[in-house]
C-alpha cells in the first residue's frame, strides 16, 4: 500500500474524522434525554451501530498513521466494521421506525443489507485466498527463475547478492538500469546471519557496517538461545521486531523539519529505556550527534539538512524480511514493485521484483467479477421481489387493507375472499369472522336498545341495596384497621440521631383503608431503630420484620413485634446491667424474648426478622437473620449478599426450637456503604402470565441486587424499579443503613509498615518494640490503632504469658472486636490465666458468630467443665465430635466430663 507523504495533514483528517463521528453520539444522547422511554432504547442501540461502523475505523484510521497497525489491516477492519455497523444500523431503523412505510419495502430494505454482508463475508474470504495463492505462486516462480532462468511476464527484476563479498549482481532486468536498492547488502548480511542462527548451533555474529548495530545485538541474543528452541522463537523475535522497526520508520517520515528535537528525545529515551529498538536507538541517536558534529567542524556542510538527517536515520531501521515474506519497494526505474527475498542453492541471496500493477489488475478482474454478481443479486431483489412476492404476500395484504378501510367507513356488509391457506389466509378468515360478529352485535344492540331503560332500572336497584349492605360492613372493618394503625404507627419510627449512621425506612402496604376523613395502609411488615449504649459504645439497633398473614392478622403480628421490641430498648436504656452486655450477647437475648413471646401462640403467630446493631463509631455490623430475605449491601456502585444463605436456616420467630441454629453475623462497613434488609415483597413480583393464564412469579432472588444497583441504593426508588419488572403481590418494607464515616481501626498502609517493621526484628525484642510504640503514642494522648494491640496480644499469646495475653486481649477487643479468631484465641488465653468467667464470654460470643469452630467449642466445653454446667459442657463437645470426628482434646474432656458424671451418681 502507498499514500501520500503528507503525514501531518494525514493526521489532522484521522483528528478531525475522530471528532465528526463523535458528534453524533452527543446529538443521540441529546435525542434520547428528549424521547420516551420506548424510543431511547432504539436510539441507543442505532448509536453504539453507528459508533461500531464508524468510531472504530476511525480509531484504526488513526493507529495505521501513527504506525500501530498495518494498512491492510486498517483496510480490513475498516470495511468490515463498515458493512456490519450499517447493517445493524439499517436492521434496527427499519424494525423500529415510526415513519410511514410499507411491508415490502421493509423485506426489500433486509434483504438488500444482509446480501450486502454475505458479499462482503465472501470477496474477504476470495481476496485473503488470491494473496496467499500470489505468494505462493510467485515464491515458486522465483525459485524456478534461480534454479531454470525461467520467468513470468511481470518479472521486473532478479538481483542476486553474495553477502560475504558485499558484491550485487542483476541478474535480470526488464529496465535498461544498473541501479538496485539501497542498502541491499546490508539487507542480505542481517539475512544470511539469520539462517545460520537457525542451521548452526554455534554461530558468529559480526557486521561492520554501523547501521547493522542493533541488528547484531538482536541476533546475538537470538544466538544465545538454546538450539532447540531457536525454530520457534527466532522467527517470533524477528517478527515483532520488524512491527517496532516499521513504526519508528513511519515516525521517522512524518516528522517535519520543525519537531526534530521532538523525534530526537523520542529516539534518545528509547536508546535509555531497555526495549527491542534500544540498540537501534543508540546506533541512531550516535550518528546524529556525529551529524551535529561534523556539521559544526564544517559549516558549509548540508548534513544536518531535514532531508539527509532522515534519510540517515532510516538506514539504522532497514527492515528485513527473511522466511520469503512479501514486501514492497517504490523505485525510480521500476515505480511500485511487490518483492520477495530468498537464500539460493550457492550460497548467495535473490531479490525478485514483480509488477504492481499487474498484481492490481488481477485483484480487479477478480472484484470486477464479484461486482458483477452482486449488481445482478440486488437487481433480483428490488425488482424480483415484487413479482416473487405479488400473489402469496403483497396483493393480500392489500386486500385486507382496503377491507379495514371499508370497515372503518362503516361498511359491515363486506367480506374478502381466502386465497392461500398461509399466515395472512389465516387473517383474512378471522377478519370475515370478525365483521360476521360485529353485525351480530350490532343488531342486538339495536335489540337491547328498545328494552334498555327498564332492564337498567332494575339492576340498578338490586345494586343500590347491595352496595349499602357492603358499605356498612366495610365501614365497620375500616375502623378496625384505622385503631390497629395507630397502635403500629408509633413503633415503626426511625429514632437514630447520629453523625455517621444515617437510618432510613419505607413500608408500603398491599391493604389500604378509608375510615371518614382518614386514609391509610395496614399489614403485617415492620420497621424500627433506636440508639443505644453497650460497654460505653454508641449503638444503632433496628428490626426489619415480616409477620404472617394478611391485613389484620399480620398487622397484629406487627404490632406484637413492635411491642416487644420497644420493650427491650425501654429496658436497655434503663438497666446499667443490660448495657454491660457485649452486643452478640444482647442481639442474642433480644431474640429469645421475642422467640419466646411468639412461641406462645403455638404456631399461629410467626414473623420473619432481621435484627442488627452498628457501631457508631467504627461501622462494625452485627445482625441475625430468622427466615427473612438476605441483607444487600450497596458497596462502590454494586450491589450484593454479603452473607450467603447456608443449608442451616434459622427459622422465624414462634417454630419451636428455632433458636438452637442462632447465628450472628459481622460485616464491616467502609465509609458510604449502604446496607439493606427488606421483605419477601421486594420477590414476589408478578412477572406476567403463562399460556394458561396462570401468574409468573419471580424466582430470582438476585433480582433486588439490579434494582439497587439501579437506584444507587436509595430505597425510595427502590418501588418504581420493582414495578417496571413487574406487579408487586405482597407487602414491602426496606430498611436502609448507610454509614458516613470511616473506622479508625483500618489502615492497611500502617498494618503492612508495622508487619513490616516486626518481621525484620528478633521474636524477643517484639514485645519490648511494640510496648515502646504504644507508650508513645498514649503520652501523645492519640488513640492506639488496633495493629499494635493486635501484635501486642499475639506476642504474648505466642510466648505463653497467658496473664498478660488476657489483660492485651480485653484492651484489644475493646477497639477492635471485628474478627472471630480473637475472640477465640482472647477465651483461651483467659481460661489459661484463670479468669474463667471472662473466658466464658468471649467464649460465647465466638460461638454466636461461628457455632461451627470446632476448637471453640472444645475450649467452651473444657471452661463449662470449669464452671460445673456439665450439660452445656457434653453438648459443645457432641458439637465439636459431629464437626471433626477424633478431635484428641474433645476425646480427653469427654473421658474427664464421664467420670465426672460417675462421680456426682
Not at 495533514?9 to 453524533?24: D, E, F, G, H
Amino acid at each position: 500500500y502507498w499514500d501520500f507523504a503528507e503525514w501531518e495533514v494525514s493526521s489532522y483528517i484521522a483528528n478531525q474524522i475522530a471528532v465528526t463521528v463523535l458528534l453524533v453520539p452527543i446529538i443521540a444522547i441529546w435525542k434520547m434525554t428528549r424521547n420516551d422511554r420506548r424510543l431511547r432504547w432504539t436510539i441507543f442501540w442505532m448509536m453504539l451501530a453507528y459508533l461500531a461502523g464508524t468510531l472504530i475505523p476511525a480509531i484504526a484510521n488513526k493507529l495505521s498513521h501513527a504506525g500501530k497497525m498495518s494498512r491492510g489491516s486498517f483496510q480490513i477492519l475498516y470495511n468490515l466494521m463498515t458493512i456490519l455497523g450499517f447493517f445493524a444500523l439499517i436492521v434496527i431503523y427499519i424494525n423500529k421506525t415510526l415513519d410511514r412505510t410499507t411491508f415490502m419495502a421493509k423485506i426489500v430494505g433486509i434483504s438488500l443489507v444482509t446480501i450486502l454482508v454475505i458479499f462482503q463475508w465472501l470477496s474477504y474470504a476470495s481476496y485473503i485466498q488470491a494473496e496467499n495463492a500470489y505468494d505462493r505462486l510467485h515464491n515458486k516462480d522465483m525459485r524456478l527463475t534461480m534454479v531454470s532462468g525461467q520467468r513470468e511476464s511481470d518479472l521486473q527484476y532478479l538481483l542476486r547478492v553474495d553477502p560475504a563479498s558485499g558484491t550485487t549482481r542483476i541478474v535480470y532486468s526488464s529496465k535498461n538500469t544498473n541501479r538496485v536498492p539501497d542498502d541491499l547488502s546490508n539487507q542480505f548480511r542481517v539475512m544470511e546471519t539469520y539462517h545460520e542462527i537457525l542451521k548452526f548451533p554455534d554461530p558468529s555474529v559480526a557486521f561492520d557496517s554501523p547501521y547493522l548495530q542493533g541488528y547484531s545485538r538482536f541476533l546475538q541474543s537470538m544466538a544465545k538461545i538454546p538450539y532447540s528452541q531457536r525454530r520457534s522463537n527466532l522467527p517470533e523475535g524477528m517478527n515483532d521486531l520488524q512491527k517496532e522497526l516499521r513504526i519508528r520508520r513511519i515516525e521517522i517520515q512524518k516528522t517535519p523539519r520543525r519537531q526534530l528535537e521532538s523525534l530526537r528525545n523520542q529516539i534518545r529515551k528509547g536508546a535509555e529505556d531497555p526495549g527491542p529498538l534500544q540498540s537501534f536507538d543508540a546506533a541512531a541517536l550516535q550518528a546524529w550527534s556525529e551529524s551535529e558534529q561534523t556539521a559544526l567542524e564544517d559549516s558549509t556542510a548540508g548534513t544536518t539538512d531535514d532531508p539527509k538527517i532522515k534519510e540517515t536515520l532510516m538506514r539504522y531501521y532497514l527492515p528485513v524480511h527473511p522466511e520469503g515474506q512479501r514486501f514492497y519497494r517504490s523505485l525510480p526505474d521500476y515505480g511500485h514493485v511487490i518483492c520477495f527475498a530468498l537464500p539460493g542453492n550457492d550460497g548467495a541471496y535473490y531479490e525478485a521484483a514483480y509488477s504492481y500493477l499487474d498484481y492490481r489488475r488481477g485483484q480487479m478482474d477478480v472484484a470486477s467479477r464479484e461486482l458483477l454478481m452482486l449488481l445482478g443479486c440486488l437487481l433480483i431483489v428490488i425488482v424480483g421481489f415484487r413479482f416473487f412476492f405479488g400473489q402469496t404476500l403483497t396483493n393480500p395484504l392489500m386486500a385486507l387493507l382496503q377491507g379495514v378501510q371499508r370497515i372503518n367507513r362503516g361498511d359491515l356488509a363486506i367480506r374478502l375472499p381466502v386465497q392461500v391457506q398461509d399466515e395472512i389466509g389465516f387473517l383474512t378468515g378471522s377478519f370475515n369472522r370478525m365483521v360476521g360478529s360485529i353485525r351480530r352485535a350490532r343488531k342486538q344492540l339495536e335489540g337491547y336498545a328498545i328494552t334498555l331503560e327498564d332492564r337498567v332500572q332494575e339492576r340498578t336497584n338490586e345494586l343500590e341495596a347491595t352496595v349499602k349492605r357492603i358499605q356498612e360492613l366495610k365501614t365497620r372493618q375500616d375502623g378496625d384497621f384505622f385503631l390497629t394503625s395507630l397502635l403500629i404507627h408509633p413503633l415503626t419510627s426511625n429514632q437514630v440521631q447520629s453523625s455517621t449512621i444515617k437510618t432510613d425506612a419505607l413500608l408500603l402496604q398491599k391493604k389500604r383503608f378509608a375510615f371518614r376523613r382518614w386514609e391509610g395502609e395496614i399489614g403485617g411488615d415492620f420497621c424500627s431503630s433506636h440508639n443505644i449504649l453497650l460497654r460505653g459504645k454508641s449503638y444503632v439497633v433496628f428490626l426489619n420484620g415480616d409477620a404472617m398473614g394478611k391485613s389484620l392478622q399480620g398487622a397484629a403480628g406487627a404490632l406484637i413485634l413492635g411491642s416487644v421490641f420497644e420493650s427491650i430498648i425501654q429496658r436497655t436504656e434503663l438497666s446499667g446491667e443490660i448495657q454491660s452486655l457485649p452486643p452478640e450477647m444482647w442481639l442474642r437475648d433480644a431474640y429469645l424474648e421475642l422467640q419466646k413471646i411468639f412461641c406462645t401462640f403455638d404456631g399461629y403467630m410467626m414473623a420473619s426478622v432481621v435484627l442488627g446493631l452498628v457501631e457508631e463509631e467504627t461501622g462494625l455490623l452485627y445482625f441475625l437473620n430468622a427466615e427473612h430475605p438476605w441483607p444487600v449491601l450497596y458497596r462502590n456502585g454494586k450491589a450484593h449478599f454479603p452473607v450467603l444463605p447456608e443449608e442451616r436456616i434459622m427459622h422465624k420467630l414462634g417454630i419451636l426450637q428455632a433458636e438452637e441454629n442462632l447465628r450472628i453475623y459481622t460485616l464491616a462497613l467502609e465509609h458510604g456503604d449502604v446496607f439493606i434488609s427488606g421483605s419477601d415483597g421486594r420477590d414476589d413480583i408478578i412477572l406476567g402470565e403463562d399460556d394458561q393464564g396462570n401468574r409468573i412469579y419471580n424466582m430470582n432472588e438476585s433480582l433486588i441486587l439490579d434494582v439497587v444497583e439501579n437506584a444507587r441504593g436509595d430505597i425510595r426508588q427502590v418501588p418504581e424499579l420493582l414495578s417496571e419488572k413487574g406487579q408487586i403481590s405482597d407487602d414491602l418494607s426496606l430498611l436502609r443503613i448507610e454509614f458516613l464515616g470511616s473506622n479508625p481501626n483500618r489502615d492497611p498502609i500502617l498494618e503492612q509498615s508495622v508487619a513490616s517493621e516486626l518481621s525484620a526484628m528478633s521474636e524477643s525484642s517484639r514485645v519490648g518494640f511494640i510496648e515502646d510504640r504504644i507508650h508513645a503514642i498514649r503520652s501523645e494522648e492519640r488513640p492506639v490503632p488496633s495493629i499494635y494491640l493486635r501484635k501486642r496480644f499475639e506476642e504474648y499469646f505466642r510466648k505463653h504469658d497467658f496473664e498478660q495475653a488476657a489483660e492485651a486481649a480485653d484492651e484489644l477487643l475493646e477497639h477492635d472486636s471485628e474478627s472471630a479468631r480473637y475472640l477465640y484465641l482472647a477465651s483461651y488465653a483467659c481460661k489459661r490465666a484463670g479468669r474463667i468467667e471472662q473466658s466464658r464470654i468471649h467464649g460465647e460470643r465466638a460461638l454466636l458468630r461461628d457455632p461451627n469452630h470446632a476448637n471453640n467449642l472444645v475450649n467452651l466445653a473444657d471452661i463449662y467443665r470449669m464452671l460445673g454446667h456439665l450439660e452445656k459442657a457434653e453438648g459443645c463437645i457432641r458439637a465439636a465430635m459431629q464437626l471433626r470426628p477424633g478431635h484428641k482434646s474433645a476425646l480427653l474432656i469427654q473421658s474427664t466430663l464421664e467420670q465426672l458424671k460417675e462421680e456426682l451418681r
